[in-house]
């Protein structure tokens, strides 16, 4: 069975620090990937994607993520964050030959402190 | 206006009550899902529909059941709502993926539902 795996549920951080949000997933076969995020009280919105092409994929806000499938891993990167980005962030990962099933990871809760 | 409107926003009920949550979308898509959120768990798929016939079963379909009224609504039910279905209700939509799977997911508002 498909599973998603975020490794880090609770990440507090300083403004400026650099962020790095881990994601595994189980599956042998072509995936599209994900990371969504939820700002307090929101409901969630996409923060990038990946289908196929450029395992590096470059999201909002100044969000990236790189996908090492050798790792099974879509890990989320921010150079410096900012008060802003506090929230939860969700990995979820679909099967290629599923056109319904998307597995979401359990959350990471970032704080970040001013 | 929210192009996925979720109703009610927030709901208090009693065990053994009947709830309806309700969506409603204008992206004009034709697949929509419910999921359910707890904490610690992520997001858990309950029903999905891919056009006004099309009623498919999630991975916690069991105690909820749903109704395509048209292309644009898609509401869930709870027959009889016991304390464990305390939960955060979203429902989304989205386009078929490129390539295959499932594309980007446009969520609503979400709908907190509270079982005593």
């Known amino acids: 069975a498909q599973s998603v795996s975020q490794h880090n549920h609770h990440v507090i951080l300083s403004e400026a620090a650099s962020l790095e949000l881990g994601c595994n997933y189980s599956?042998?076969?072509?995936?599209?990937l994900f990371w969504y995020v939820q700002y307090p009280g929101q409901h969630l919105q996409l923060l990038l994607k990946?289908?196929?092409?450029?395992?590096l994929v470059k999201g909002i806000k100044g969000f990236e993520a790189e996908f090492i499938k050798s790792k099974f891993s879509f890990n989320l990167r921010k150079p410096s964050v900012q008060w802003s980005d506090t929230a939860e962030y969700f990995c979820a990962v679909n099967a290629k030959d599923s056109s319904y099933k998307l597995i979401f990871g359990s959350g990471t809760r970032l704080l970040v402190r001013p | 206006d929210a192009d996925v409107t979720q109703t009610p926003r927030n709901r208090i009920t009693k065990t053994g009550k009947r709830i309806m949550l309700e969506c409603s979308q204008t992206?004009?898509?034709?697949?929509m899902y419910w999921y359910r959120q707890d904490p610690g768990l992520g997001l858990r798929l309950i029903y999905y529909?891919?056009?006004?016939?099309?009623?498919n079963k999630g991975e916690i379909s069991d105690g909820y059941s749903v109704s395509r009224q048209a292309q644009a609504k898609f509401s869930l039910s709870l027959e009889s709502a016991i304390p464990n279905q305390t939960a955060l209700y979203f429902c989304a939509t989205s386009d078929p993926g490129l390539a295959g799977g499932i594309g980007e997911l446009f969520f609503g508002e979400g709908s907190r539902l509270t079982v005593l």
């Open positions: 990946y289908f196929s092409g450029d395992p």
């Open positions: 529909s891919f056009d006004v016939k099309d009623i």
């Open positions: 992206k004009g898509h034709d697949r």
């Open positions: 599956y042998g076969g072509t995936v599209n």
